[in-house]
């Protein structure tokens, strides 16, 4: 069974400010790793995923994430936040045989003038 | 073109009604999902459809809860005599490819906020 966790449930960051959204998970077996982004009343919007090879991933927005296998993590960064970037992140693990998608709680990033 | 539509947006019944909840997935999409998530929480994993066949009802809580997709598109989750407990956003999903594209990217809709009163 994998499982995921979200370090921060609230990050406030000022304008222009860098931001590290930070995520770890647990699985015995070969795993996918997902970061959405909710806005508020829409839905989950896919920002990056890793599946294999280069640990450094970069996704929409100006996002990017580290995928390291021998810290579990997957932590989320932006070198510089804008105060349309202010939603709810959410990680998420799948095993690379199946289709469930375990997500973490989220953290709520709030970013301000 | 058109994304993951949910209806209603909103829902609000009193405890003991019945609740059907409309998942209408991407023109196309083979896979379907259905998710819980509650405040302050993250999507929780409800079932799992692969074209009309129902291929994972692992996460679904109990047996007041039941999902059809019956020609592999439109969806229903059904709640019956819901509890105050299943106050809750659900939410769907749905992939271009099947199960064994482990890869494959969700796309989910907005969402049906229940509240049992």
Same mark, same amino acid.
């Given at each position: 069974a994998q499982s995921v966790t979200q370090l921060d449930s609230q990050v406030p960051v000022f304008e222009e400010a860098p931001v590290e959204l930070r995520c770890n998970y647990s699985s015995s077996v070969s795993v996918y790793l997902f970061w959405y982004v909710q806005y508020p009343n829409q839905g989950l919007q896919l920002l990056l995923k890793y599946l =294999?090879? =280069?640990t450094l991933v970069k996704g929409i927005n100006g996002f990017e994430a580290e995928f390291n296998k021998s810290q579990t993590s997957f932590h989320l960064r932006k070198p510089s936040v804008h105060i349309s970037d202010t939603a709810e992140y959410f990680c998420a693990v799948r095993n690379t045989g199946g289709f469930k998608t375990i997500f973490g709680a989220g953290t709520r990033l709030f970013v301000k003038a | 073109g058109a994304g993951v539509s949910q209806s209603p947006r909103y829902k609000v019944t009193k405890r003991g009604q019945d609740v059907a909840l409309r998942c209408d997935p991407i023109?196309?999409?083979v896979s379907l999902y259905w998710y819980r998530q509650a405040l302050g929480q993250g999507p929780e994993f409800l079932t799992y459809f692969n074209y009309e066949a129902q291929? +994972?009802?692992?996460?679904?809580?109990? +047996?007041?809860f039941s999902a059809e997709r019956p020609e592999g598109s439109i969806s229903t989750l059904t709640i019956q005599r819901t509890e105050q407990r299943d106050s809750a956003m659900y939410r769907c999903a749905s992939s271009p490819t099947g199960r064994l594209a482990g890869d494959n990217e969700q796309f989910f809709g907005p969402g049906t906020r229940l509240t049992v009163l």
């Amino acid at each position: 069974a994998q499982s995921v966790t979200q370090l921060d449930s609230q990050v406030p960051v000022f304008e222009e400010a860098p931001v590290e959204l930070r995520c770890n998970y647990s699985s015995s077996v070969s795993v996918y790793l997902f970061w959405y982004v909710q806005y508020p009343n829409q839905g989950l919007q896919l920002l990056l995923k890793y599946l =294999s090879g =280069s640990t450094l991933v970069k996704g929409i927005n100006g996002f990017e994430a580290e995928f390291n296998k021998s810290q579990t993590s997957f932590h989320l960064r932006k070198p510089s936040v804008h105060i349309s970037d202010t939603a709810e992140y959410f990680c998420a693990v799948r095993n690379t045989g199946g289709f469930k998608t375990i997500f973490g709680a989220g953290t709520r990033l709030f970013v301000k003038a | 073109g058109a994304g993951v539509s949910q209806s209603p947006r909103y829902k609000v019944t009193k405890r003991g009604q019945d609740v059907a909840l409309r998942c209408d997935p991407i023109s196309g999409h083979v896979s379907l999902y259905w998710y819980r998530q509650a405040l302050g929480q993250g999507p929780e994993f409800l079932t799992y459809f692969n074209y009309e066949a129902q291929q +994972d009802k692992s996460g679904l809580p109990n +047996d007041r809860f039941s999902a059809e997709r019956p020609e592999g598109s439109i969806s229903t989750l059904t709640i019956q005599r819901t509890e105050q407990r299943d106050s809750a956003m659900y939410r769907c999903a749905s992939s271009p490819t099947g199960r064994l594209a482990g890869d494959n990217e969700q796309f989910f809709g907005p969402g049906t906020r229940l509240t049992v009163l």
